[in-house]
């Protein structure tokens, strides 16, 4: 008698469900981590605000620049002389910006703070920026910031 050679059909359905089980997790997997990119900027972003608020109420005109190039972003406080003071940078993140009312895709965007209060100067245009908003695709959290006072909240 002859033997023959091959998988039966319980084998192939087994091995299939296996694959597609372990398919689902590398996908739940990588949404968490695109959106633990979202949520690390996120906080660095409220850290570099907090701490330009500070320098710039102690001592020193101090501004941050907000920048996005490519599918990189990059949230830098600079001091009056040059000085990088604090940063932030999410790769695969985008960071837009509120001015006005109007959201735009921050190209090269300027905030600075007023030394005796710690609220937020006006843009070029007089509007004041009133939030961050920091995506991966469908992931994105959002930073409002007083005019008053320049307090951040999520």
Known sequence: MKKERGFTLVEVMVTVAIMGVLASMVGITMGLLLGQRVKSMAADTKSVIQSTQIVSLSRDDAYIEIINSGDNSSVIAYSSAGKVINRAEGHDVKVYVTIGGSETLAGLT???????TGG???QPNGQYVSQLRI??????VTLKISKLTGKVTY
């Open 110 to 116: 300027q905030i600075h703070f007023d030394r005796q």
């Open 120 to 122: 937020l100067m006006p």
């Open 135 to 140: 995506t991966n695709g469908k992931r994105s």
